[in-house]
């Protein structure tokens, strides 16, 4: 494992993923912050990831047909 | 001992009635985005289909074992992956762990390249959603299960490991790799020949 000190632009490529999962703790997110509003080839490449997980999201939308909801509805223990 | 009298029984069961009524429409409210996440956990959408049927006649039935207060969505598709793994399909062999491209960046890297231009915007264009689809439905099911999740589900890698009975350290090389895989069919896909 690397470290902003050592290669922050290959720290950054380490930890892209886990930030944009908000998964880094405060002292780590800080740091990756601090590299990308200084570095724009991190920056360019963050965007990117931040645009690629827009698209899967997006990609994903799928509406579940009426007919199925009514289905599942239809499961619903009877009230007596 | 307590003694149950008709009167304590019958304020029992209404109470009982009146919790279950409320986890049904919790559940049911939340059947399109644990439908998004099924569609894409499977491969066709009456796969989907099949298993939400399955998942909520099985959620309906243990409805009592849900904990209020916890995470609702998390428990239905805690179960609707039990099933889908039930289901077999997990025959499906985990491919070999064969050496993917190395760093995050490659994706981007290899499209400015490809691309000749280093303006970001145009290097996104290259990507479409139908290119997003068609990549993840080649990522692995153990990856994919991970990737949807977390991508799609929108799952902390906590949320994910209690869903799948995993190790978060498992759900953190899985999401790795899945992305990777992800990138790898994106990458191909843009920049072959056309």
């Known amino acids: 494992m690397t470290s902003f000190a050592d290669d ?3 720290r950054c490529e380490e930890v892209l993923q886990p930030y ?20 724009s080839y991190c920056r360019k490449r963050y965007r990117f990831e931040e645009h690629l997980r827009r698209l899967v999201r997006q990609a994903a939308v799928v ?4 007919e199925l909801k009514a289905r599942l509805a239809a499961l619903r223990t009877p009230l007596h | 001992m307590s003694e149950t009298t008709p009167d304590t029984e019958a304020r029992r069961l209404a109470t009982e009635a009146r919790d279950r009524v409320r986890f049904e429409e919790d559940a049911l409210a939340l059947a399109d985005q644990v439908y998004r996440v099924a569609r894409h956990l499977v491969g066709s959408r009456d796969e989907a289909e099949d298993l939400m049927q ?25 179960i609707l ?60 099911h153990d990856f994919r299960d991970v990737v949807v999740l977390v ?19 498992t759900v953190m090389s899985r999401l790795h790799r899945g992305r990777r895989i992800l990138k790898q069919q994106l990458a191909e896909e843009a920049v072959s020949p056309a």
């Open chain 2, 151 to 169: 991508d799609i589900g929108d799952f902390s890698y906590a949320d994910a490991a209690q869903i799948l009975d995993i190790p978060i350290g």
């Open chain 2, 81 to 140: 992956t039990n099933l889908n793994i039930d289901r077999g399909r997990r025959l499906q062999r985990t491919p070999g762990m064969e050496p993917l491209e190395e760093g995050d960046y490659f994706l981007y890297n290899r499209l400015e390249e490809s691309t000749g231009d280093a303006d970001e915007e145009r290097v996104v264009e290259r990507l479409s959603q139908d290119s997003v689809v068609s990549a993840l439905s080649a990522v692995p």
């Open chain 1, 63 to 66: 509406e579940m047909a009426p």
């Open chain 1, 20 to 39: 944009l999962d908000r998964e880094l703790d405060d002292a780590e997110r800080a740091e990756a912050e601090y590299h990308l509003s200084l570095c």
């Open chain 1, 8 to 10: 922050p632009c290959a």
């Open chain 2, 54 to 78: 399955e998942a909520y006649a099985r959620a309906f039935r243990s409805w009592r074992s849900f904990r209020p207060g916890t995470n609702l969505r998390a428990w239905l598709l805690r």
